[in-house]
């Protein structure tokens, strides 16, 4: 695959355009920033909360969603999955006039129909892959996090360019951006999220963690065990890929690791997750998640309820206040 470096964009394409971000939230917030610090002109679309008062205390020019997209030529979406099809239908559809701009950094409500763009309009996206916070922080740095471009409608012939002008202004042609489509950024990524990076790794360590307390060890010794020393492993991993982490931590560990790991995920749990892929891929996630929302979420929110009570999160709760930095 192509990636995109800072000489492969240019952001003239977006100098003379108007950027509406809507949702001022922890991607919006961000993106809004690092934009306007690019030297392009951007506008906020917001609900009357505590994001529209800090978008206004950030020096933005703040409208309701239904103004901002009015007054926008690119129309950046970066509401929450679940109310994104509602509010585009209602506030934004009406404005989306031959020649705009739609864009999102991430295409779930795209690919799943949530939301259908008019013919005459370009579709775009420019996704970072890293949360809100990091993006601002490696911008400020002089740097950026990778990110994807898609083009989902090339109305006007210029959909590429505005994509990768988009990316450059937020830095992400500093490291590097992969051009992909959107099914293909929509299905990866939730997968990503379901089976390794939100899903797969808390079990794994709420499993490691159980397996250790119910066999009588010390709960807070079976915390940092299995949750706490994580971040150190990922940090090596992230630095120089598994080999790396491999030559860092004790030949013990090395043996003990590549020789037992896939006896805990083997191939059960891979094909568990080619279960779970075809699922995402079929529209079966996404129908039980718009489900979800419409009656109000319950099977969340006693997800949410009982695991904040396991005793994983309480001893974590004291592990971390005791090594917390002392002013």
Known sequence: M?????????????????????????????????????????????????????????????????????????????????????VYASEIAPHMKEGKILCCSHGFSIVFKGIVPPENVDVIMAAPKSPGSEERKEYVRGFGVPGLIAVYKDASGKARDYALAYAKGMGYTRAGVIECTFPQETYSDLFGEQTVLCGGVTELMRAGFETLTEAGYPPEIAYFECINELKLIVDMIYEGGFELMWKRVSNTAEYGGRTRGPKVIGKESKEAMKQLLKDIESGAFAKEWVDEVKAGMPNLNKLREEQAKEPVETIGKEIRALFEKKE
């Open 2 to 86: 192509k990636i995109y470096h800072e000489n492969d964009a240019s952001i003239d394409a977006l100098k003379d355009k108007t950027i509406a971000i809507i949702g001022y939230g922890n991607q919006g917030r961000p993106q809004a920033l690092c934009l306007r610090d690019s030297g392009l002109k951007v506008i906020v679309g917001s609900i009357k909360d505590a994001s529209f008062d800090k978008a206004v205390e950030d020096g933005f020019e703040t409208f309701p969603i239904a103004e901002a997209a009015e007054k926008a030529d690119l129309v950046q979406i970066l509401l929450p999955d679940e109310f994104q099809g509602v």
